[in-house]
């Protein structure tokens, strides 16, 4: 008894091989999105604090306070990742660092956001 035919086959080769070329694409565009002038927005508590510049050579340390709160947010090298934090689950920390348009950073305890936003994207307010 034979499950498969041959046009099944081919038909499930044609559709995993649509499925990943739409996925690489995907992605390519995701990366090259932030072609433009990238930065990095701080909101705590909803209100945005402070926007900084995220470009090769530029280096600082922000203690970002809220209440009986704390994050080190540090930037480097085009990148920023929160250091330090005193919320208990630590997940803002463990993100890492991001430097890719439309990636962020959430600390929900401490109510800290950071977003990084492209100035010169192509992307509208809806694809992001």
Known sequence: MKILTKADVWLIIFLLLFAFVGIGLGLSRLVTSGSGTLSAQISVGGKI????PLR????QEIEVKNGDHYNTIEINYGKIHIREADCPDQIC???GWIGIATQQIVCLPNRVVINIVATDSDLDGIAR
Do not use: A, D, H, N
């Open 49 to 52: 604090m402070q926007t900084v």
């Open 56 to 59: 090769e050579g530029y280096r």
């Open 93 to 95: 920390v463990r993100s």
